[in-house]
């Protein structure tokens, strides 16, 4: 079983940073695309940051400059760092990789709460 699993969420002030870190676990033989979504109360998953296999990244205009996403190939870990962050940025943030046990899926994360406080 493969498994996705954040940490690193919690609450901070407006203008401060976190860490989110996301272990891939499991029958894993290969990673292509991770990264990160986030879903607020009353609004749909959005799309945070991607990286690839060959650390090409993508961010939402949202986060440009303030958000920096990268990876571990080793040790098959995704990493978002929050820096400069807003109220706006509150919500539960998901990980998930593209990846290959068997077939190519994508597997999803549980998911952790960041909130910001004003």
């Known amino acids: 079983q493969v498994q996705l699993v954040e940490s690193g969420g919690g609450l901070v002030q407006a203008g401060g940073s976190l860490r989110l870190s996301c272990a891939a676990s499991?029958?894993?033989?290969?990673?292509?695309?991770m990264g990160w979504y986030r879903q607020a109360p009353g609004k749909q998953r959005e799309l945070v940051a991607v990286?690839?296999?060959?650390?090409?990244?993508n961010y939402v205009d949202s986060v440009k400059g303030r958000f920096t996403i990268s990876r571990d190939n080793a040790k098959n870990m995704v990493y978002l760092q929050m820096n400069s962050l807003k109220p706006e940025d509150t919500a539960a943030y998901y990980c998930?990789?593209?990846?290959?046990?068997?077939?190519?899926?994508?597997?999803w994360g549980q998911g952790t709460q960041v909130t910001v406080s004003s």
């Open positions: 998930y990789a593209e990846l290959y046990s068997g077939r190519w899926r994508d597997y």
């Open positions: 499991g029958r894993i033989f290969s990673i292509n695309t």
């Open positions: 990286i690839t296999s060959g650390g090409t990244t």
